[in-house]
């Protein structure tokens, strides 16, 4: 399926050199850090990132399109402990890949790709194929191979099908990696309700337990997994949803062999100054052999406020709460924009450990430090 993907981008590519009805556009994110952190072994960091992107539109008659994606993430960066030590790490890979065809209710997109969906914010029970970090101020993920159809009706309800091949790697709260064998499947409803809507996801893989070998013992390299998730989002005087997950294996792996996620949350937007907005989650996550006993559990708070300092500059803050581990997550940001180049100051305290799920060995953004970043988008 990549390789199809590829193809196609790479003929788009070729055609448009001469083409002049239909010009390519090229765009780019630029990004570089400096970051502080005296509790790491390397106090030290500096980085940079840049996205290139090429996009092509081809418009047909009756809202019809053709369009194209190619982009590449280009990263690196070196720690550093003055006079002692350093260390450097880089890479060039694909980003995004896709060629879509879409009308005024349906679309089709093939190739390396984003698929995300759901209410949550902080603590996301259907991240299923992204890992975005809700501090991150770009929002980057990596995507997944796949094909997506997505249909729209007048009522607003509309439909996914996806299938996916070639994502060997763990994605969203995957805790073993995707038999590189099978295809993997899915699907998603979403309907509306009074003052909201509703949706229901469903997702099929075969999932690679060799790694669990270390912990337990394992007969199979190969097992089936169902993956079952509900959402729903309300807009009344208060935003309120619920977000729900839950990961079935086909074989008996101990704790490994279901996985439930339950968020609820809350947003509302205060008249004070140029208003001040807050948003709460809670999230109860646990592993269980027997579904549903939640006998291994993690509990999170996550509060989010966010202010907006005149039309350039926004304050924010997110501080989450490890009610088992009894951790304090605290991140705070000052974003400045001046026309396509921001500025972000960032401080943060958080624990030695980290326990947030999907986030767990995670060691650059330990203890206590400072990051200043610097993007210019063109």
Excluded at 295 to 318: C, E, H, K, R, W
Excluded at 323 to 347: E, P
């Amino acid at each position: 399926m990549r390789y199809c993907s590829i193809l196609l981008l790479l003929c788009l590519l070729n055609f448009s050199i001469s083409a002049q009805d239909h010009p390519l556009k090229y765009s780019g994110q630029l990004s570089g850090w400096a970051q502080f952190s005296p509790d790491l072994s390397l106090e030290g960091w500096v980085g940079g990132r840049y996205i290139p992107q090429l996009d092509y539109k081809i418009p047909f008659h009756q809202e019809r399109l053709l369009d194209f994606e190619a982009s590449a993430n280009i990263f690196g960066d070196m720690g550093f402990s003055p006079f002692d030590s350093i260390t450097t790490d880089g890479k060039i890979k694909p980003y995004r890949a896709w060629a879509r065809y879409s009308t005024k209710r349906m679309e089709l997109r093939l190739g390396l790709q984003k698929i995300n969906f759901g209410s949550a914010q902080m603590f996301r029970p259907l991240m299923w194929f992204d890992r975005m970090d809700p501090r991150d101020p770009l929002q980057l993920t990596d995507g997944v191979w796949g094909l997506l159809y997505r249909y729209y009706f007048q009522n607003n309800a509309n439909v996914w099908i996806w299938g996916l091949y070639g994502n060997k790697d763990p994605k969203g709260w995957e805790v073993v990696p995707t038999s590189k064998s099978y295809p993997e499947g899915g699907g998603r409803v979403q309907l509306p309700i009074p003052h909201g809507e509703a949706a229901i996801s469903y997702h099929f893989r075969m999932a690679d337990v060799q790694e669990l070998s270390a912990y337990i013992p394992v007969d199979h390299d190969d097992i089936r997994e169902n993956r079952l998730g509900f959402d729903m989002k309300l807009d009344m005087v208060v935003g309120l949803w619920v977000e729900a997950s839950w990961t079935h294996l086909g074989e008996n792996l101990g704790m490994f062999t279901n996985q439930e996620m339950i968020t609820l949350g809350t947003d509302y937007t205060f008249g004070i100054g140029n208003g001040l907005v807050l948003t709460f989650e809670q999230l109860i996550y646990a592993n269980d052999q027997t579904a549903f006993a939640f006998d291994q559990n993690t509990n999170f708070s996550g509060l989010s406020l966010s202010y907006p300092i005149g039309v350039f500059d926004n304050l924010s803050a997110m501080i989450y709460y490890d009610w088992t581990n009894a951790d304090v997550y605290t991140f705070l940001n000052w974003q400045k924009q001046f026309n396509n180049i921001t500025f972000y100051l960032m401080g943060y305290w958080n624990p030695k450990t980290y326990y947030i799920p999907t986030q767990a060995g995670s060691d650059r953004f330990t203890g206590k430090g400072l990051q200043l970043m610097v993007v210019w988008n063109h």
